[in-house]
C-alpha cells in the first residue's frame, strides 16, 4: 500500500470518528474516544510522511479515484512538499488531541466540539492530498466549515457570532479568489488537473493575474494584511485547542496552497513576482506584532502575533521568488528552506503558547491580562512551558524561533547580487522591517509573560488559580521538548528540508550534518555559521556556575521582606505596572499612523473624589477603511433594492425584458 493510499486510510478513519462523535458527544467518555482516536491517526499519519519525506526523498505516490469531476476524476498525489505539510499538519492535530483529552472535561458544549474536531483534521490532511483544482476547493470548504463550526462552539455569545460571521465570509472570498485562479489556469479545456496545469502553466500574459489571486486566496486564509480582520476575531473565540490548531496549523494549510501555485503550477518564476509578496509579507510582519502589544485579551495577543509569523514566512517565500527568478537557485533554496523551517517552527511554539493561555483560562476563567499576575507561584509547570514558548516566538537563541529567522536574514544578506533595482531597494527595507518585527515580538512577549504570571494576583480569580490536568501539561511538554531540539540541532531539520527545497527551486542547501559540531552553515563557514548546540551549552553551563557561585560565595542566609511596593504607601496590587503601561512607549511612537490611536485624559478637579481616567480608543485601518465601507455599501444598496420584492408581475416582466435587450446588444457589439 502506498503513502497517498495510506494517508486516505487515515482520513477515512477521521471522518468515521466525526460521525461516531455525532451519535455520543454528550457522554462523558466521549472525549476519550474521539480525541484519543484523533490521536492515534495523526500519530500513523505523521509517521507515514515522515517516512515518506526522509526515505522516499524526491518520490511521489499518487491515485485516481472514480469521484469529483467525471473527465478527470478525483486526483490525490504526495510529493516532498506534501509530505512535509502533512509532518506539520498531523503533528500539530496530534499534540492539540492529547491536549484535548485534558482541556475537553472543562468544555461546556462538547457535542458542539467533538463531530468537527475530526472532520477540521480530515479537510486539512485533504488539501495536502488534492491534485485537481475540484478536489482541492472541495477540501478547503471543507476545512474552512468545519473550523467555522469550532469557532461557533459558543454561539450564544454575541462576539462569537460575530467572529463566526466575518470568518465565513473572508472564507468564501478566499474560495471565490482560488476559484478564479485555478480557472485561468485550466484554461477552456477545462484542464483542472494539476499535472495538466504543472505540464501547461498559466496562459500568456495571465501569470501574473493568477499570482494576485491567489495571493488574495491564500493570504485570506492564512491571516495576510488587510485580509486579516477574521482572525482576531476568530482564533479567540473557538476553545483553545481549537486555537492553536487553527493558528499553528490552518494558517500552514493557505501557506502550503500559494506555494504549489507560485512554484509548482503557474510555471517558470518570475523575478517581478516577488514584490507583491515581499510587500505584503513586511507590512504583515511590522503591523502584525504591533497590534499584539496593544492587546489586554492573552489570546487576541497570540492571535495576532500569528499575523507577524504569517508575514515573516511570506517574506521567505518572496525572497525564494526573487532568488529563483534570477536563476540564483542556492540562494532560492537557502530562503525557501527558511521559510518551511518557519512554517515548522511557528505550528510548534505557537501551539504550545495556545494551549498555555488555554491552561490560564481553564485555571481562572480570565483572558484578560490585567486581571491575571503571579500565576508562576500557582501553576509552576504552565508558566515555565509558556515561557519556552515565549522565548522560542521572540527569535532567542538556542530555541527554534533563533534558527529560521537567522536563516531569513542570511537569505536578505544576499539580496546585494540581484540584478533588479527595485529588488535592492525593496529587500533592505525589508530586512530593517524584519528586525524591527523582531524587536518588538520580544517585547510582546516580555509583556505577555511578565504580565500575566510574574508579580502579585490582580484579581481573586489569580488567586485561586491551580495547575492544570497532566495531559495538557504533556502535550504541552512535548511542544517545549521539539522547540528546544529544533534550536539546539537545525541541521537535522535543515537536512530533512533539502528533498522539498529540491524539488521547488531545484538545489539545496549543503548537508548541514557533514559540518562538525552540527553547525548550520548556510552558504559557506567563510561568511557566517550558526550552532545552537554550542550555544546552549554555553548558556546552561553559565547559567550553573552562576548558580553554584552564588550559593557557595553569597550568604546562606535567607530574608524575607515585603514586596516592593514602587514607592506607593498603598500595597494593593493594582499599582503593579500593567499591560497598558507596558504598551503605552510602543502606541506613544506607533499608534498615531498605524492605529490612529487617540488618547483622552478625564482629570477630576481639586477636591472631586473621582479617579483619573485615561481611555485610549485603537482602529484597524484595514477594517475602517476597506470593510466598513463595503459593509455600508451593501447596506445601502440593500435598503434602496428592497422596494423590487413589492413589483407587480407587469413590472418584473418589464424589468426580465428590458435585460434581455441589453444582453443583447452587448453581444452584438462584442467584437
Not at 488539501?127 to 470548504?141: H, K, M, N, P, Q
Request: proline share 5%.
Amino acid at each position: 500500500m502506498g503513502p497517498v493510499v495510506a494517508i486516505l486510510w487515515c482520513i477515512a478513519a477521521l471522518l468515521v470518528t466525526g460521525a461516531i462523535a455525532v451519535s455520543i458527544g454528550r457522554l462523558k467518555w466521549a472525549r476519550w474516544l474521539i480525541y484519543g482516536s484523533s490521536l492515534t491517526v495523526c500519530m500513523t499519519a505523521c509517521a507515514i510522511a515522515i517516512t515518506h519525506l526522509i526515505a522516499g526523498r524526491a518520490s511521489v505516490s499518487e491515485i485516481v479515484l472514480p469521484l469529483g469531476l467525471p473527465w478527470i476524476g478525483a486526483n490525490f498525489r504526495i510529493d516532498a512538499l506534501a509530505a512535509f505539510f502533512l509532518v506539520v499538519i498531523n503533528l500539530g492535530g496530534a499534540a492539540a488531541s492529547l491536549y484535548g483529552l485534558g482541556y475537553g472535561s472543562h468544555e461546556t458544549a462538547p457535542e458542539r466540539v467533538l463531530p468537527f474536531f475530526p472532520l477540521f483534521l480530515a479537510g486539512m490532511n485533504l488539501v495536502l492530498l488534492a491534485s485537481d483544482a475540484f478536489t482541492f476547493l472541495l477540501s478547503w470548504e471543507s476545512m474552512s466549515l468545519a473550523s467555522w463550526a469550532l469557532v461557533m462552539t459558543h454561539h450564544r455569545e454575541e462576539e462569537n457570532r460575530r467572529a463566526g460571521y466575518v470568518y465565513i465570509v473572508m472564507a468564501s472570498f478566499g474560495t471565490l479568489a482560488l476559484l478564479l485562479a485555478f480557472g485561468l489556469m485550466a484554461g477552456p479545456e477545462g484542464g483542472y488537473a494539476f499535472a495538466t496545469m504543472r505540464a501547461h502553466g498559466a496562459p500568456s500574459g495571465l501569470a501574473g493575474l493568477v499570482l494576485v489571486l491567489a495571493l488574495l486566496g491564500t493570504g485570506s486564509k492564512a491571516g495576510l494584511v488587510p485580509l486579516h480582520v477574521w482572525l482576531p476575531l476568530a482564533h479567540p473565540a473557538a476553545p483553545s485547542h481549537v486555537s492553536a490548531l487553527m493558528s499553528g496549523v490552518m494558517t500552514k494549510v493557505a501557506v502550503y496552497g500559494f506555494i504549489r501555485i507560485a512554484f509548482d503550477l503557474l510555471g517558470p518564476v518570475s523575478w517581478w513576482w516577488a514584490i507583491p509578496v515581499l510587500f505584503a509579507g513586511a507590512i504583515t510582519a511590522v503591523l502584525g506584532v504591533l497590534t499584539a502589544l496593544m492587546q489586554n485579551d492573552i489570546k487576541r495577543v497570540l492571535a495576532y502575533s500569528t499575523i507577524e509569523n504569517i508575514g515573516l514566512i511570506f517574506v521567505a517565500i518572496g525572497l525564494a521568488l526573487a532568488f529563483q527568478g534570477n536563476g540564483m537557485k542556492a540562494a532560492a533554496a537557502l530562503a525557501m528552506t527558511a521559510a518551511l523551517f518557519h512554517v515548522l517552527n511557528h505550528a510548534l511554539f505557537k501551539s504550545l503558547l495556545f494551549f498555555g493561555a488555554g491552561a490560564v483560562l481553564n485555571a481562572t476563567g480570565e483572558r484578560r491580562m490585567e486581571t491575571l499576575g503571579g500565576l508562576l507561584n500557582r501553576m509552576p509547570a504552565t508558566g515555565l512551558l509558556f515561557l519556552v514558548g515565549a522565548v522560542a516566538i521572540s527569535a532567542l537563541p538556542p530555541l527554534n524561533g533563533f534558527a529560521s529567522e537567522w536563516l531569513m536574514l542570511q537569505a536578505i544578506l544576499l539580496s546585494p547580487a540581484l540584478p533588479q533595482w527595485a529588488l535592492k531597494l525593496l529587500i533592505p527595507a525589508v530586512g530593517a522591517m524584519l528586525a524591527l518585527a523582531a524587536a518588538l515580538a520580544a517585547a510582546c512577549f516580555v509583556r505577555a509573560f511578565g504580565i500575566s504570571f510574574l508579580g502579585r494576583p490582580r484579581s481573586l480569580a489569580a488567586s485561586n488559580a491551580h495547575e492544570v490536568d497532566r495531559l495538557s501539561i504533556a502535550a504541552m511538554a512535548i511542544l517545549a521538548i521539539l522547540c528546544l531540539l529544533a534550536g539546539i540541532f537545525p541541521a537535522l531539520v535543515i537536512d530533512a528540508l533539502a528533498p522539498v527545497s529540491s524539488a521547488l527551486t531545484g538545489a539545496h542547501m549543503p548537508v548541514q550534518t557533514h559540518v562538525a559540531w552540527l553547525s548550520i552553515v548556510p552558504i559557506a563557514e567563510s561568511r557566517s555559521s550558526y550552532n545552537g548546540l554550542l550555544v546552549f551549552l554555553f548558556i546552561a553551563a553559565s547559567a550553573s556556575l552562576s548558580a553554584l557561585a552564588i550559593h557557595r560565595f553569597a550568604s546562606a542566609k535567607l530574608r524575607r521582606a515585603p514586596v516592593w511596593d514602587c514607592g506607593f504607601p498603598d500595597a494593593s496590587p493594582a499599582t503593579q505596572y500593567t499591560a497598558d503601561s507596558f504598551a503605552q512607549p510602543v502606541r506613544r511612537v506607533f499608534g498615531g499612523f498605524a492605529f490612529r490611536a487617540t488618547e483622552v485624559v478625564d482629570m477630576p478637579s481639586p477636591g472631586d473624589g473621582r479617579p483619573a481616567r485615561l481611555t485610549v480608543t485603537l482602529h484597524d485601518l484595514a477594517w475602517d477603511l476597506i470593510y466598513d465601507p463595503v459593509i455600508r455599501l451593501v447596506a445601502y444598496l440593500a435598503e434602496r433594492l428592497n422596494h423590487l420584492q413589492f413589483l407587480t408581475i407587469r413590472r418584473y416582466l418589464s424589468l426580465v425584458f428590458g435585460a434581455l435587450i441589453l444582453l443583447l446588444l452587448i453581444l452584438a457589439a462584442w467584437p
